[in-house]
């Protein structure tokens, strides 16, 4: 089975521009989330979403980071404009939530490959 | 508020020689944990997880780990470890059935020593 999806691998991209990042969570998975790592502030969850609806999008450090999930096998995370800060590797994860897989807690939160962000 | 706190920023271990990384949780009720490590460059990968019943839990690549109410801990343990073993390790915590997202530790960087 393919694991979690992302694309791009690696984007470079100028202060000011357009970023979208992609994510195509394992099949069947109900929850999905969006983290970002950087050597100052590690691992930090920027939003997630149970059936596609957002739950809880208090991660999202500014209105310029917006995050959609049109579909149960798609999402994207947009920055718009694009800040040298934003330079980071953005992960994302799938998980079934509770009671999907007949048990009382979620499943494991299965991780992609990340993108590894840099804005000039 | 919720936190998981890994004391150790870098560990140097031996080859063959036991290794533990620790990690501290501090939750209002007992937290789902879990270990993940993550290579250079690559995602991160689980290594086991704690939700409730035996405290001594068993995961990938000969690691174990040990859930201790009574010290708000959760190490990472293995016997003796391979030079494979040299990566980021990440504890991290999670409530709500595990259905919310994680709150993960600072990480600790394993080093191994020929």
């Known amino acids: 089975d393919a694991g979690v999806i992302q694309s791009p691998r690696h984007e470079v991209t100028e202060m000011g521009q357009e970023v979208t990042l992609r994510c195509k969570p394992i099949?069947?998975?109900?929850?999905l989330f969006w983290y970002r790592q950087t050597m100052m502030r590690g691992l930090e969850l920027l939003i997630y979403?149970?059936?596609?609806?957002?739950?809880?999008d208090s991660g999202m450090p500014e209105d310029r980071f917006s995050a959609k999930m049109p579909n149960a096998s798609f999402s994207t995370l947009k920055i718009q404009p694009s800040e040298p800060r934003d330079s980071a590797v953005y992960f994302c994860a799938s998980s079934s939530l509770p009671g999907t897989s007949g048990g009382n807690v979620a499943d494991t939160q299965y991780f992609g490959p990340g993108t590894r962000l840099t804005v000039l | 508020a919720q936190s998981v706190t890994q004391p150790d920023i870098h560990i140097t271990v031996s080859e063959g020689a036991s290794l533990e990384l620790r990690c501290n949780y501090s939750?209002?009720?007992?937290?789902?944990l879990f270990w993940y490590v993550q290579s250079p460059g690559q995602g991160l990968q689980l290594l086991l997880k704690?939700?409730?019943?035996?405290?001594l839990v068993q995961g990938i690549k000969g690691f174990e780990a040990e859930f201790k109410r009574s010290q708000s801990s959760f190490n990472l343990r293995k016997p003796s470890v391979h030079w494979s073993d040299a990566a980021e390790y990440f504890c991290?915590?999670?409530?709500?059935?595990?259905?919310?997202?994680?709150?993960f530790g600072k990480g600790t960087h394993l080093i191994i020593q020929p």
């Open positions: 979403f149970n059936n596609n609806v957002p739950i809880d």
């Open positions: 939750y209002g009720a007992t937290p789902y």
């Open positions: 099949s069947g998975h109900n929850s």
């Open positions: 704690y939700f409730s019943g035996d405290t």
């Open positions: 991290a915590g999670a409530s709500g059935g595990g259905a919310d997202g994680l709150t």
